[in-house]
């Protein structure tokens, strides 16, 4: 198991230093080219979340970010100090009534963007994982 972990004050600018987290990973790790993308998007978009919803801009709250390999998942653990959230009560950002809505995608994307997303504590805890193949076993897209 490989685990890397970084904190990060409540600033929005601190997203470059995710940016950067998410790009020495992927050196790191290698995961595929494929994924990339999706996890850039996913994660920066909950880090984005958590200082703006979790901790409310507050820059002397942290956001915590890890990164766990085991078992063929990359999973992102992003949490706040923030009260957390009702994550299973959030309007659908597809129904008509919303797509004029200036908010509101960011974990409809994070759902279509993962293989699994999951809240914890009250959600001021976030797993996004990542299904990734071993590429030592041989496989080609």
């Known amino acids: 198991m490989n685990q890397v972990k970084i904190q990060i004050p409540s600033i929005i600018e601190n997203i ?15 995961f595929e080219d494929d994924i990339y993308g999706n996890i850039m998007v996913a994660v920066t978009e909950t880090v984005n979340n958590a200082i ?4 409310k801009f507050d820059k002397d709250k942290l956001v915590y970010l890890s990164l766990e390999i085991e078992d063929n998942q990359l999973r992102f653990e992003v949490e706040d100090e923030g ?3 009702d994550y299973e009560s959030l309007p659908d950002p597809t129904a ?5 809505s200036p908010g509101g995608r960011g974990i409809f994307l994070m759902r279509n963007l993962c293989d699994e997303v999951n809240f914890l504590d009250n959600g001021k805890k976030v797993q ?6 071993n590429s030592q076993n041989g496989s080609s897209n």
């Open 16 to 30: 470059r230093v995710i940016e950067s987290f998410i790009d020495n990973s992927k050196e790191e790790f290698e």
């Open 52 to 55: 703006r919803h979790g901790n």
């Open 83 to 85: 009260p957390g959230f």
């Open 96 to 100: 008509p009534e919303n797509l004029e």
């Open 128 to 133: 996004l994982i990542f299904n990734i193949v």
